[in-house]
């Protein structure tokens, strides 16, 4: 079972990911904004990161930088699931050096797939 960050600030997205990925045996945390969300990647040590690139307090890339530039985070996966446009969030992971994205809204397998692949790869 992995333990899943999903930092995004809309509830309604939260619960639409939160029963895909605890029916697939992980547990999700959540946290609504930018603060929050680095405060609980330190204390929780997740496995894997799933990021808005829209939040209230501060912009996602900014966020990735500040998980990336702590040391126990830096190779946790981060994907990034974002209503931005396809080639901004296609430029961020690249510019970023993040794990995968997908647009919303996007397909509940797609998401599993991208997140089982991502976890796979870190057990590598």
Request: net charge negative.
């Amino acid at each position: 079972m992995a333990k899943i960050l999903y930092i995004e600030d809309i509830k309604d997205n939260i619960t639409l990911v939160q029963k895909v990925i605890t029916a697939h045996g992980h547990e999700l945390l959540w946290a609504n904004n930018a603060e929050k969300g680095l405060d609980m990647a330190i204390s929780t040590q997740p496995d894997l990161i799933l990021l808005d690139l829209g939040l209230p307090d501060s912009d996602g890339q900014t966020l990735s930088v500040w998980l990336r530039s702590e040391p126990t985070l830096e190779s946790v996966p981060i994907i990034v699931l974002t209503a931005w446009p396809e080639e901004v969030a296609r430029h961020t992971v690249e510019a970023y050096e993040l794990d995968g994205f997908l647009c919303k809204p996007f397909s509940l397998t797609e998401l599993m797939q991208l997140i089982d692949a991502a976890l796979n790869a870190k057990s590598l």
